[in-house]
């Protein structure tokens, strides 16, 4: 009896199912093997959908018969050429081109990227790679994929294809990207390869050598790039060198730091680096020294995004490290001009707003270095002969640019006038917030003195609103100006300087501001001193005047010298200004306009004593700051003049009596109440000024 047929199939079947499955792994593997060549079009097809993205395997628009295929864990491309278009909006032939190159990318690695996440290329391996990466100002860059790219990718400044093994012989890259106004053209070449047998062949290399007793020759392995372009609309030069790459494209969990050493130029700024990083385009994990020099310190501030100030040219070395978004410097040395300061500062790039913080030191300092910063002119700017105070208008939205809290300890303060002397030292608190600058707690020392107080500028308007609260004690007027005097001459004025400043104003310059001047300043001198001859100069008391040629200047002791000045919209008038000595009191008023920078102001002296010559004229001070012009009243001096012609026809002796001035102690006592008055106050001057700024 025969076998039923659906007995003789249920015995048979799983070797059916076996022959098939094996004649279709057979199939497969001879396909894989061969490459897949009939699956180059439909992959080009499908790689073009699945990345939003034309996706080419073809030279001239044929697809050549060399090009394989494979499947087995992922996709391999074996082909002369593969291009990945640009994006539609883009008029850039194509972002990326390889010749002679395979590729190979996972399928978890290609759905990620469908999904708008950074395309990750398990490896590439060309003979020439050629990129045209973009971002335009909207955001949209050329390295997004898929349909609706992510919003926070989007926010990422670069993210460019990530890479496991890459290999290029020759490269080319042009990069643009317009929200932070660079251009780039690049040449680079690189090799690196994650795989044990990279590193076999490296050891088997090095072994050989050691038993050869030779050097071990060069692995063709890491980064060479040369780039130029324009950063900001200014032309830079970039040259970057390293060993090892792999940790920069593939950004793996915990990357090895790998030696970089980096030489770039921006404008006339100039940066050596070396030291190592994890991660180039983010500049993840970078550690090492620096060397950098330019024209001026904001030069180097405005490619970094840093508020500096405009000064001499300078050079800086130090070290850096860059930890996620903050970077962190110790500066061993800046010289800027003849000053020579160090610091240590870190930078919060990732806060809305940056925050530079750190502490300033320096052994000198010189106000002359930092240029138009404190209103010295440059080589660079129009030299206005008719005006003394600075134009230049201040550059307000870079005040809005960053935060910043710095502590400012400086040995030595030069004040660019030979004739003042230094500060040393110098503290103060620096801070900028919301475009808000203030010089806190600024505690100086100066000739046996102090000068302490505050200073901010608002800079978050169309002007800047500037303050000034100071105050100073203790300083020897003799040493703190000391103007050239011959033969070792004594000084003219001695004496303890004391006073306050309570001073506002608005524009967007020192020069308005200056100009809408308001508040007050009061001056007076204690245990003062001053030279016979020159108070009788003052007085043009030409008896004396010869007198102390023969005798000696003889030094005066000065009763009482105040100056209590009132500052109005740009007009400083003096409320009280009188010097009172044991032989004339000298007091004076006029005013000082700022705003037009001109001056009228007279001198008047009233000899205590007799004197027999005394022309006894005012003395003027009047023109512009840029020439001013001294000068004696004219009319009390013709009258004398006159009075003595006269005399002079009934007598030539009698002539003199016109020029013999008795003096007039009412009128004296009258000129000096006010000096006085405020002199009742000095005790209590004296005590807040040393509360506020500490003993001598």
């Not at 400083?572 to 306009?593: E, F």
Request: glycine residues 8%; hydrophobic residues 45%.
């Amino acid at each position: 009896m025969s076998e039923p047929a659906a007995a003789r199939w249920h015995r048979r079947w799983p070797w059916v199912l076996i022959a098939l499955l094996v004649s279709v792994g057979t199939v497969l593997a001879a396909c894989e093997t061969l490459g897949w060549p009939f699956l180059a079009d439909p992959m080009q097809r499908w790689l073009s959908s699945t990345l939003d993205r034309r996706v080419s395997l073809a030279i001239d628009g044929h697809t050549p018969a060399s090009v394989s295929v494979h499947l087995l864990g992922g996709i391999r491309l074996d082909a002369p050429a593969i291009d990945i278009a640009a994006p539609a909006w883009s008029h850039a032939p194509y972002m990326l081109r390889a010749r002679d190159a395979v590729m190979e990318l996972r399928y978890a690695d290609v759905w990620r990227a469908h999904r708008g996440e950074p395309l990750r290329i398990h490896r590439v391996d060309a003979a020439e790679l050629d990129g045209e990466i973009e971002r335009l100002a909207d955001g949209r860059a050329s390295w997004q994929f898929g349909r609706k790219p992510r919003p926070d990718i989007e926010a990422h400044p670069f993210e460019a294809p990530l890479f496991d093994q890459l290999s290029v012989a020759r490269g080319t890259l042009r990069y643009r990207d317009d929200p932070v106004a660079l251009r780039l053209a690049a040449r680079f070449s690189l090799t690196e390869s994650s795989d044990a047998s990279g590193r076999a062949v490296e050891a088997a290399v090095a072994s050989a050598a050691r038993a050869a007793s030779t050097p071990a020759p060069a692995v063709a392995s890491g980064l060479r790039l040369a780039a130029t372009g324009q950063y900001r609309d200014k032309p830079i030069v970039v040259s970057l060198r390293s060993p090892g790459v792999l940790p920069w494209i593939a950004r793996s969990a915990h990357p090895a730091p790998v030696p970089v050493m980096l030489d770039a130029s921006v404008g006339a700024s100039k940066l050596v680096f070396r030291g190592t990083a994890t991660d180039v385009l983010r500049l993840g994990g970078l550690t090492g020294r620096f060397d950098l020099h330019g024209p001026s310190l904001a030069a180097v501030g405005e490619p970094l995004g840093l508020t500096l100030p405009t000064t001499a040219p300078f050079h800086a070395v130090g070290g850096v490290v860059k930890d996620g978004s903050t970077w962190r410097a110790i500066i061993d040395d800046i010289a800027v001009g003849a000053s020579r300061l160090s610091g240590a500062f870190s930078y919060e790039a990732g806060r809305p707003v940056p925050l530079l913080a750190g502490r300033l030191t320096g052994r000198r300092l010189l106000l002359a270095d930092l240029g138009p910063a404190v209103g010295a002119a440059t080589s660079t700017m129009v030299n206005d002969h008719a005006r003394k105070l600075p134009q230049g208008r201040f550059d307000l939205s870079s005040l809005r640019a960053m935060d910043a809290n710095v502590l400012v300890d400086i040995a030595h303060v030069d004040m660019g006038n030979g004739e003042l002397e230094a500060m040393a030292p110098l503290h103060a608190h620096l801070q900028l917030s919301r475009g808000v600058l203030s010089l806190s707690d600024v505690d100086a020392r100066t000739a046996q003195g102090r000068v302490a107080g505050n200073l901010r500028l608002d800079g978050r308007g169309d002007k800047a609103l500037w303050r000034a609260d100071l105050r100073w004690g203790g300083v020897r007027v003799e040493r703190w100006i000391h103007p050239a005097r011959a033969n070792l001459a004594a000084p003219v004025l001695t004496g303890q300087l004391e006073g306050r400043a309570h001073l506002t104003g608005q524009g967007q310059s020192a020069a308005e501001i200056l100009g809408s001047l308001d508040g007050n300043v009061h001056m007076q001198l204690h245990d003062a001193r001053a030279t016979h001859r020159a108070v009788e100069a003052v007085g043009a008391d030409f008896v004396d005047l010869i007198g102390s040629l023969f005798r000696g200047d003889d030094p005066l002791t000065l009763q009482c010298a105040v100056a209590d000045i009132t500052a109005t919209r740009g007009v400083l008038r003096p409320r009280v200004m009188v010097i009172d000595t044991s032989a004339s009191a000298i007091w004076a008023d006029g005013s000082a306009l700022l705003a037009d920078e001109t001056l009228d102001l007279r001198a008047v002296v009233a000899p205590w004593d007799f004197s027999p010559l005394a022309l006894r004229t005012p003395i003027q001070l009047r023109g512009s700051f840029a020439d001013p012009k001294l000068m004696l009243r004219r009319e009390p001096m013709a009258r004398r003049v006159g009075a003595a012609g006269a005399l002079t026809l009934l007598n030539p002796l009698v002539a003199m009596l016109a020029f013999i001035d008795p003096g007039d102690a009412d009128e004296v006592r009258r000129a000096t109440s006010g000096c006085h008055g405020l002199m009742q106050r000095s005790d209590e001057l004296r005590k807040l000024v040393m509360q506020q700024t500490g003993p001598k």
